[in-house]
C-alpha cells in the first residue's frame, strides 16, 4: 500500500514562512503525478499545487507567487514552499497522486493568526 506522511506545519504569523514536507512509501515516486490539496474549516479539500514527474508545476491564483511545489525524487518526498502566508491560508494540508488519488493521510495543520 501506498503511504504518504505529511509534516511541517504549524503556527505563523501573517507573512511568516512554513516549508511541508510530503514522504511517499511503497511506490516507485520518480513515476508519480503529485499535488498538494488544504482543507479549511468548513470547506472541501481544494487543490492548491500540481507537479507531474517531469517537474511541471501548476497552482491554484491565490497562491502563486506564493508557494512554490517541488520534489526531490532521490528522497521519495514532495514539498511545498510556502511565503507571505495569509490567515486565509489557514487549513490542514494534504499530499496524494493524481489522476488516481491513494487514500489520504493524517495531514499537517498549518494556522496563520497574529
Known amino acids: 500500500q501506498v503511504q504518504l506522511v505529511e509534516s511541517g506545519g504549524g503556527l505563523v504569523q501573517p507573512g511568516g514562512s512554513l516549508r511541508l514536507s510530503c514522504v511517499v512509501s511503497g511506490t516507485i515516486f520518480s513515476s508519480n503525478f503529485m499535488g498538494w490539496y488544504r482543507q479549511a474549516p468548513g470547506n472541501q479539500r481544494k487543490l492548491v499545487a500540481r507537479?507531474?514527474?517531469?517537474?511541471?508545476?501548476f497552482y491554484v491564483d491565490s497562491v502563486k507567487g506564493r508557494f512554490t511545489i517541488s520534489r526531490d525524487n532521490a528522497k521519495s518526498t514532495m514539498y511545498l514552499q510556502m511565503n507571505s502566508l495569509k490567515p486565509e491560508d489557514t487549513a490542514v494540508y494534504y499530499c496524494?497522486?493524481?489522476?488516481?488519488?491513494?487514500?489520504w493521510g493524517q495531514g499537517t495543520q498549518v494556522t496563520v493568526s497574529s
Open positions: 507537479i507531474t514527474s517531469d517537474g511541471t508545476t
Open positions: 496524494n497522486r493524481f489522476p488516481i488519488f491513494d487514500s
